[in-house]
């Protein structure tokens, strides 16, 4: 089984502040997702990668950044939080043929 | 309109039952399809692959229908441990993006 972890489960961090995510995968999958999961909303896609140091953006990228230097890890970045960004932020890989596994997910509270 | 969407629910059925879900998706293009399902306060994990001449794998039957653009899964002789939100998802971009819909809520009541 992949095995996707997340650097943390719960995150509080104040408006303003720089916030890093991590995302690690344990196959050689190319590649990786960022989302965010809001009630009613479901999970909206926020930037994903091909393969390391390329990205594309998702549907919802603004006030977001990533970051992928290696394979296996896909870090998103919140470049100044705010509270709107409180949300739970859940990373993938994606294997074959079209199988998205999941990390555990970061709920992320910004104050 | 959303491009993926369910009815939230919940739906509450008892054990034993049958239920069915739906789903509708709005881009024609959309190439493949599938059903996840997500425990709460887990991450969603694939439950299975829908395709367009329908597919079951034990209880659980799937089926897709493009001319209508809508997606079902129905669930037989439901158990309580089936109690989960129900995320119907659609692939666009040549499958690089997947797109979720907003679940649909599931409590099998003993």
């Known amino acids: 089984d992949v095995k996707v972890t997340q650097s943390s489960r719960y995150l509080v961090k104040r408006t303003g502040e720089k916030v890093f995510l991590e995302c690690v995968q344990d196959m050689d999958h190319e590649n990786m997702f960022w989302y965010r999961q809001d009630p009613g909303l479901g999970l909206r896609l926020i930037y994903f990668s091909y393969d390391v140091k390329m990205k594309e953006k998702g549907d919802i990228p603004e006030g977001y950044s990533v970051s992928r230097e290696k394979k296996e890890r896909f870090s998103l970045i919140l470049e100044s939080a705010s509270t709107n960004q409180t949300s739970m932020y859940l990373c993938?890989?994606?294997?074959?043929?079209?199988?998205?596994?999941f990390g555990p997910g970061t709920r992320l509270t910004v104050t | 309109r959303k491009e993926v969407e369910q009815d939230p629910g919940p739906f509450n059925v008892p054990e034993g039952a049958t239920v069915a879900f739906n789903c509708t998706y709005s881009n024609s293009a959309s190439q493949s399809f599938f059903w996840y399902r997500q425990d709460c306060r887990k991450e969603p994990k694939l439950l299975m692959s829908v395709y367009s001449s329908g597919n079951e794998d034990g209880r659980f039957t799937a089926q897709l229908n493009r001319a209508s653009q809508y997606i079902s899964l129905l669930i037989r002789d439901s158990k309580l441990s089936d109690s989960a939100t129900y995320l119907c998802v659609v692939t666009r971009n040549y499958g690089q993006n997947f797109v979720f819909g907003p679940g649909t809520r599931l409590s099998v009541l003993p």
């Open positions: 993938a890989a994606q294997g074959e043929p079209y199988e998205q596994y």
